[in-house]
């Protein structure tokens, strides 16, 4: 029996210190600094969370990184007048090519809204704006929907992040935690499915191209 606890014990601290190492790793690239961005696609989605979001997928589009912009997540309580003020575009490119989505709530609610919005007009590549630390999860769920799309990640660095130090900061420091363990059973049901079968979706693709916000 003592030998068994021997061996249980032995076996949670490794798990645990695989959990703290992947934390770490997790932290660094997720609060990284940006670098200059290069990569253009065929459409660019936001996922909602924050107006400085909406407010650098409005410059992508302006910039000409992508041709068409899907806003995702919107909450039903904000117009279409606010979201165009957000992107600091005017009428007529907005109406053009820009596309709200109030349905979903979630990230795979997102995947599955830009899923349909890709579908329609068949790109092949997407250019995903979030947060720096909702990134790694959100290119998990979004190649698990999208089969044979090109994703280019192009996260915003919010405020606390750019400021000092994650482990300086308590909102930082548990903001990741929280979206760690977010992205843990995301991580663990796509390496069984690698394991067991083939993978859906096309690998993601990340690109030197994040943008610093002021705000989250």
């Known amino acids: 029996m003592r030998s068994m606890a021997n061996a249980l014990a032995g076996l949670a601290a490794v798990v645990a210190g695989l959990l703290a190492f992947g934390f770490v790793m997790f932290a660094a690239i997720a609060s990284r ?25 409005g410059r992508l589009l302006k910039t000409g990184h992508g041709r068409r912009l899907l806003v995702t997540g919107v909450n039903t309580r904000t117009s279409r007048a606010e979201i165009m003020r957000l992107a600091d575009l005017d009428e007529p490119r907005f109406e053009c090519c820009v596309d709200l989505d109030y349905e979903a709530l979630d990230t795979f609610g997102n995947a599955s809204e830009t899923r349909e919005w890709v579908a329609a007009h068949r790109f092949k590549s997407l250019i ?89």
């Open 128 to 216: 995903v704006v979030t947060a720096g630390y909702h990134m790694p999860r959100s290119l998990a769920v979004l190649s698990e929907a999208l089969d044979g799309v090109e994703l280019i990640a192009h996260p915003v660095v919010a405020k606390p992040f750019r400021d000092q130090s994650w482990w300086l900061s308590w909102r930082a420091a548990r903001t990741l935690v929280a979206e760690y363990l977010k992205l843990l059973p995301v991580a663990a049901r796509q390496t069984i499915g690698r394991l067991v079968g083939p993978a859906s979706g096309l690998g993601a693709v990340a690109s030197p191209g994040p943008a610093t916000a002021k705000a989250n």
């Open 33 to 57: 600094p940006p670098a200059p961005e290069q990569r253009k696609a065929d459409g660019i989605v936001v996922l909602t969370g924050g107006g400085a979001r909406i407010v650098e997928g």
